[in-house]
């Protein structure tokens, strides 16, 4: 039996490490983001050339970034959170309740997403779909980026059930 246990304990743990290092480098996506923004004005204003690419290349590297970044912030516990009352509550209370509202709101919520939102992500990635105002490529990155938001909430949550018999001593 301890055999599985370490066996799930080091699922835990790649899939850790699996979600914590996609969600390191997807940070890094908020300097070309920045660096897209901030070029709009002078390419619009005084090259008059560009400024809806470097518009729409923004907004697809923004929805990766925001799906990364809801996580990364859930996870570092800097996230908004309901929790007034639970502060009062022993920590092991609190790390019961996360864990139930993870498995009965969160999970269910990122199944009904990417169950729901599969067919259209798949058509927009089989035409490759374009921004609509531009024609520029990419759009589709837009819509597939639902996927890696409710898969990384998936992930966190799964890490954290598999780690239920670790933290509870508190």
Same mark, same amino acid.
């Given at each position: ?47 008059? %050339?560009?400024?809806?690419? +470097?518009?729409? /290349?923004?907004? $697809?590297?923004?929805?990766?970034? #925001? @799906? =990364?970044?809801? *996580? ?25 309740? %996360?864990?139930?509202?993870? +498995?009965?709101? /969160?999970?269910? $919520?990122?199944?009904?997403?990417? #169950? @729901? =939102?599969?067919? *259209? ?30 898969? +990384? ?18």
């Amino acid at each position: 039996m301890r055999a599985k246990g370490e066996g799930v304990e080091r699922l835990a743990e790649l899939l850790d490490g699996v979600l914590s290092l996609t969600l390191s480098a997807l940070k890094w996506l908020a300097i070309p983001i920045s660096l897209l923004l901030f070029l709009q004005w002078p390419l619009r204003d005084y090259f008059q %050339a560009y400024s809806r690419e +470097a518009n729409d /290349l923004g907004q $697809w590297l923004f929805a990766l970034y #925001v @799906a =990364a970044a809801v *996580t990364a912030a859930t996870r570092a516990g800097t996230h908004l959170a309901v929790d007034t009352l639970a502060r009062r509550y022993p920590a092991w209370v609190r790390r019961l309740l %996360a864990r139930v509202c993870d +498995a009965v709101a /969160l999970a269910p $919520w990122a199944i009904f997403v990417i #169950v @729901a =939102a599969t067919p *259209t992500i798949i058509a927009s990635i089989g035409h490759r779909e374009r921004f609509p105002d531009t024609g520029n490529p990419g759009y589709f990155l837009v819509k597939a980026s639902l996927w890696l938001l409710a898969g +990384a909430v998936l992930a966190s949550i799964a890490i954290e059930l598999l780690h239920i018999g670790d933290k509870d001593e508190g």
